[in-house]
């Protein structure tokens, strides 16, 4: 019976010391945003600045495309174009473009196929525009939104997020204005999401 018991024991030790091993680890796979930064939306915000042009969020891509088709309904996951430097700007201006014509979900992963696997010079209006039209985008109106006054707030926007949340690569991902991941494999990326959701949603709870 003694034997029984320690056997349980020494089970349930090794059980806790797993899950304990599985934790995300602040400082090393997640870290905390000083100061925190205001969220708007009611729902848990995922942000996840990107680049087209960066094969390390092309990597994370599909698998967190796979992962927003089963989003939590009290998550939201918004993209946030990252410009460092003028010359990713047009691509920030092409996902605005897209998205303010409610064609974002149809065209980011041709957009990122485009430059990551087929090697596309997407540098400038003209090029984009010529590409995005083959793919049953209207040329015109695509031109109009990508040159439209409202265009340069969005981006001025995005330019401020970026140093607001500190953001030094791509991607990254900021749960709830307060907890950021960055530099990890996809899919420790998204295991680490998901436990950093639990948290902010325990917190926001007042579990915390």
Known sequence: MKNFIKGILVTALLFSGSVAA?????????RLLNPPQPVSSKKIEVLEFFYYGCS?????????????????????LIYVPTIFRDSMEPMARTFYAL??????????????????????ELR???????????????????TAAYNSFAMQS?????????????????PTLVVDG???IT???PQDTLRVLNEVI???????????
């Open 183 to 185: 530099g990890l494999y």
């Open 198 to 208: 639990a948290m902010a949603r325990d917190e926001r709870s007042g579990g915390r």
């Open 22 to 30: 599985s934790a995300a680890e602040l400082g090393k796979e997640y």
């Open 124 to 142: 400038d209006v003209a090029s984009i525009s010529d590409y995005v039209s083959t793919k049953g985008v209207d040329r015109k109106k695509f």
């Open 99 to 120: 998205d303010s014509m409610g064609m974002i979900h149809k065209m980011h992963d041709a957009i990122y196929r485009a430059l990551m696997e087929e090697s596309r």
């Open 154 to 170: 969005k981006v001025t926007r995005a330019k401020q997020m970026i140093r607001s949340y500190g953001v030094g690569g791509t």
């Open 56 to 76: 390390h969020c092309f990597d994370l891509h599909k698998p967190l495309s796979i992962w927003e088709k089963k989003i939590p309904k009290d998550v939201e």
């Open 178 to 180: 307060k907890y950021l």
